[in-house]
Nanobody
Framework: QGEIVESGGGSVQPGESLRLSCEASISAFQTFTINWYRQGPGNQRELVASISREGTTDYADSVKGRFTISRDNAKKTAYLQMSDLKPADTAVYLC??????????????WGQGTQVTVSP
C-alpha cells in the first residue's frame, strides 16, 4: 500500500506565491503520472496540472503561466509552484498518483489535500 501526503498550503494575499509538495511512499513512483486537482467551495474537482513519467506537463487554462508542476523521483515527491495567486485559486489542493495498466484500469493513490486560501 502507498500513501500520499500534501503540504505547503496556507493563507496568502493576491499576487503572492506558494509551493505545494506531494510526498509519496509508492513503489516505482517514477512510473506514475502525478496530477494536482483542486476543489473549491461548492465547485467540482478540477484538474490543475499533470506531469507524466516522462516529464511531460499539462495545465488547466486558468493556471497556465502561473503554476509549474515538477517532480523529483529520487525523493518520490512532486511539487506545484503557484505564483501570482488569485482569490479564484482558493481551494483544497489534492495530489493524485496514477499508474495506467490498460485503458481505464490502473492504480490510484490520493492524498488528503492541503488548503490554499487567497484573500486580500
Amino acid at each position: 500500500q502507498g500513501e500520499i501526503v500534501e503540504s505547503g498550503g496556507g493563507s496568502v494575499q493576491p499576487g503572492e506565491s506558494l509551493r505545494l509538495s506531494c510526498e509519496a511512499s509508492i513503489s516505482a513512483f517514477q512510473t506514475f503520472t502525478i496530477n494536482w486537482y483542486r476543489q473549491g467551495p461548492g465547485n467540482q474537482r478540477e484538474l490543475v496540472a499533470s506531469i507524466s513519467r516522462e516529464g511531460t506537463t499539462d495545465y488547466a487554462d486558468s493556471v497556465k503561466g502561473r503554476f509549474t508542476i515538477s517532480r523529483d523521483n529520487a525523493k518520490k515527491t512532486a511539487y506545484l509552484q503557484m505564483s501570482d495567486l488569485k482569490p479564484a485559486d482558493t481551494a483544497v489542493y489534492l495530489c493524485h498518483a496514477r499508474f495506467t495498466i490498460v485503458g481505464p484500469t490502473g492504480i490510484d493513490y490520493w492524498g488528503q489535500g492541503t488548503q490554499v486560501t487567497v484573500s486580500p
